[in-house]
């Protein structure tokens, strides 16, 4: 019954390193979402999407890009990972369903730490 | 900028008590939502308010929201153990946009 996959749910990369953070939906949702989550400043938004190839910047979208080639999949890429990149990064996807607003389901999330 | 603010940020309860979680906002929004995450998890839809004076309840949480105030209620009646977890409360100004969040309310219920 999972319907948002995050493909990694721990990851250690080192700094410098390109970092690939893949999502994937199967509720065939318009909306994909990235945010990041740390202690004592709940989520905050990186990037999200409301169409295949489109993209906006959330809050906080330095050092971070976004790709989104098919419907279901949206990806958070870290150019060059910084140790202040450590955190936990959640995926979210959302629709509005024949008008009725659901809210957003998330995914399992991703920890990653640079060391 | 769209802020949201959550109080209190920790809440330490005895079973069977009462409490109410508050979440101000600062735009004006009809839509407001709840979620809850365990630890180790992700979050969890809880509530879904979108209209002034809208309430909805389940279980023994209860959520309302008054757009006039800006503001939002969880209400937590006789805490039991398995209510113990952080919600998060969290606002979007149009349709289908973006949301922000609250920073979170983690609640420990203790017997």
């Known amino acids: 019954d999972v319907k948002v996959t995050q493909s990694s749910r721990y990851l250690v990369k080192r700094t410098g390193e390109k970092v690939f953070l893949e999502c994937v939906q199967d509720?065939?949702?318009?909306?994909m979402f990235w945010y990041r989550q740390d202690p004592g400043l709940g989520l905050r938004l990186i990037y999200f999407?409301?169409?295949?190839?489109?993209?906006e910047k959330g809050d906080i979208p330095e050092g971070y890009s976004v790709s989104r080639e098919k419907k279901e999949r949206f990806s958070l890429i870290l150019e060059s990972a910084s140790t202040n990149q450590t955190s936990m990064y959640l995926c979210?996807?959302?629709?509005?369903?024949?008008?009725?607003?659901?809210?957003?389901?998330f995914g399992s999330g991703t920890r990653l730490t640079v060391v | 900028e769209l802020k949201v603010e959550q109080n209190p940020l920790f809440l330490s309860m005895q079973e069977g008590k009462n409490y109410t979680i508050y979440c101000n906002y600062s735009?004006?929004?009809?839509?407001l939502y709840w979620y809850r995450q365990d630890p180790g998890k992700s979050l969890e839809s809880l509530f879904v308010?979108?209209?002034?004076?809208a309430v909805k309840q389940e279980g023994r949480l209860m959520a309302s929201l008054d757009t006039k105030a800006r503001l939002s209620t969880l209400h937590i009646t006789a805490a039991v153990h398995d209510l113990s977890a952080t919600y998060f409360c969290?606002?979007?100004?149009?349709?289908?946009?973006?949301?922000?969040f609250g920073a979170g309310t983690r609640l420990t219920v203790k017997p």
């Open positions: 969290a606002v979007d100004e149009y349709v289908g946009n973006d949301m922000r």
């Open positions: 509720m065939d949702h318009e909306n």
């Open positions: 979210a996807s959302s629709s509005l369903d024949r008008g009725i607003d659901y809210g957003y389901t």
């Open positions: 735009t004006t929004s009809d839509r």
């Open positions: 308010l979108l209209s002034n004076g």
């Open positions: 999407s409301y169409d295949v190839k489109m993209k």
